[in-house]
């Protein structure tokens, strides 16, 4: 399985979305301050995620959120401020 994750910096309000196949180890990493990316914004909490069999599927999913029409919709799923 593979994992599309939206983590939420409790540092600076700010969103990250990743694809992994382990879900808890990534959020682990992230929080450790291991993903360099994200370092200087931890901890973070996970505040989504969705599962998907195939990791090409995943992979579409992270990059469609990552998009403004994307972040739209996750801003619906998740209720947050526009």
């Known amino acids: ?13 700010r969103h990250y979305i990743g694809v992994t196949a382990d879900l808890a180890r990534r959020v682990e ?6 993903v360099s990316s994200t370092s200087g ?12 069999e195939k990791k090409d599927i995943a992979e579409k999913r992270e990059r469609f959120f990552k998009t403004g029409k994307g972040f739209d919709t996750l801003k619906n799923l ?3 401020p526009r």
Not at 4 to 13: A, E, G, Q, T
Not at 29 to 34: E, F, L, M, P, V
Not at 41 to 52: A, S, T
């Open 29 to 34: 990493d992230h929080n450790a301050g291991k």
């Open 41 to 52: 914004r931890r901890p973070f909490e996970l505040i989504y995620f969705e599962e998907f």
């Open 1 to 13: 399985m593979h994992f599309v994750y939206v983590l939420k910096s409790k540092r600076d309000s």
């Open 78 to 80: 998740l209720r947050l």
